[in-house]
């Protein structure tokens, strides 16, 4: 195990402040590993940091393959393939302080109508937003390009809370545009995306 990490202990039991914690220590890593490729935590956790009303008691990032594989052997583990219903990744997987910690290698998100790659798309990393954790920043992708990827995986739940976060904090539209016009999604997500980022009620 990394020394700036430690030994793991398996619980899945998980608070806010645990999972700050857990931050700090392992973004030093994931940068260590990194090197210049780009990386961001994602989803539930991301969102939070971001005031979104959103958690997860995963901490969950996506990189390059290379950096996955710097990583795995830093944290002496093992990558893994798999493909499920919604996400295809190389990734690993450890406990640190009883949080889940997964990170990606070049996913792919897989809905219905569309696939999303998101190392193919340049305005998403971009549009990553720094977030003061402890002593470390915390590169998070955006909730526009979260709200698209629950339109995109058809997460109804999801969807609902962040077209309310968005209409309520503003939402950047031309970033909407390019995600939309980079990701190559179907004339049916893209209508979907605006529809319900434009709904009043």
């Not at 997860?56 to 996955?68: D, I």
């Not at 893994?80 to 290698?105: E, K, M």
């Not at 990393?125 to 698209?148: I, M, N, Y």
């Amino acid at each position: 195990m990394h020394p700036r990490l430690g030994a793991c202990l398996v619980s899945f039991d998980c608070d806010v402040e645990g999972q700050n914690e857990v931050l700090g220590p392992l973004v030093r890593v994931i940068e260590e590993a990194a090197d210049d490729a780009p990386w961001a935590l994602i989803g539930g956790s991301a969102l939070r940091l971001q005031q979104a009303p959103i958690e997860s008691p995963n901490l969950e990032f996506m990189t390059s393959a290379n950096t996955v594989e710097a990583l795995a052997g830093m944290l002496q583990l093992q990558t893994r393939w798999d493909r499920g219903d919604r996400l295809a990744a190389t990734r690993i997987h450890f406990l640190r302080h009883g949080v889940p910690v997964f990170v990606f290698s070049d996913p792919v998100f897989h809905g219905r109508y569309d696939s999303l790659k998101p190392m193919e798309i340049p305005s998403l990393w971009d549009a990553r937003v720094p977030v003061a954790c402890g002593s470390v920043q915390v590169l998070c992708t955006p909730p526009e390009w979260e709200f698209l990827l629950a339109v995109v995986l058809g997460v109804g739940e999801r969807v609902e809370q962040l077209r309310q976060h968005l209409r309520a904090r503003g939402f950047d539209s031309r970033l909407v545009v390019r995600l939309l016009r980079e990701g190559r999604v179907d004339r049916e997500t893209e209508e979907s995306v605006w529809s319900v980022l434009e709904r009043d009620d």
